[in-house]
């Protein structure tokens, strides 16, 4: 089911493509810049707008966590072997030894504490205890 792919796969897909298709460091290259009201300019690196995307991507993961289904579990499981995926590049892959996949790993692991924790506290929602009163 497409609703158990998580979603913080693909900036793990952009980032592998770029480093491994790309060979050299675009994350510091500039993609936009704004002149502020303050006269300073704001920058927009590459770097910078992909942490925006997973942190988007994981507001959406979030969400998903709420659901309480047999689906959930799959969903959860998928998640944290997309964070081990992370980490496993992170220690052994030179290219991802760089601060934006640092980050990206991060918003993964926060995605799989999150999903358990907030699965966790729905479902403790969804508990009778006792008879029920009858």
């Known amino acids: ?13 952009v980032y592998n493509i770029q480093i491994f298709l790309g060979g050299i460091d ?25 942490i925006c995307v997973a942190l988007f991507l994981l507001f959406f993961e979030i969400i998903k966590a709420t659901r309480i289904n047999a689906n959930s579990i799959v969903d959860h499981l998928l998640s944290t072997f997309v964070f081990i995926a992370y980490l496993v ?9 760089h601060s934006v996949f640092f980050m990206l790993m991060v918003i993964a692991l926060i995605d799989v504490l999150a999903g358990f924790s907030v699965s966790i506290r729905s479902a403790t929602r969804d508990v009778t205890l006792g008879d029920g009163g009858y």
């Not at 089911?1 to 897909?13: A, G």
């Not at 290259?29 to 992909?50: C, H, K, P, R, Y």
């Open 89 to 97: 590049e992170f220690l052994l892959v030179p290219g991802a030894a």
């Open 26 to 50: 675009r994350w510091n290259q500039e993609v936009f810049t704004l002149n502020m009201i303050s006269n300073q300019a704001w920058t927009m690196t590459l770097g910078d707008l992909m």
């Open 1 to 13: 089911m497409l609703t158990n792919v998580p979603l913080l796969i693909v900036p793990f897909i």
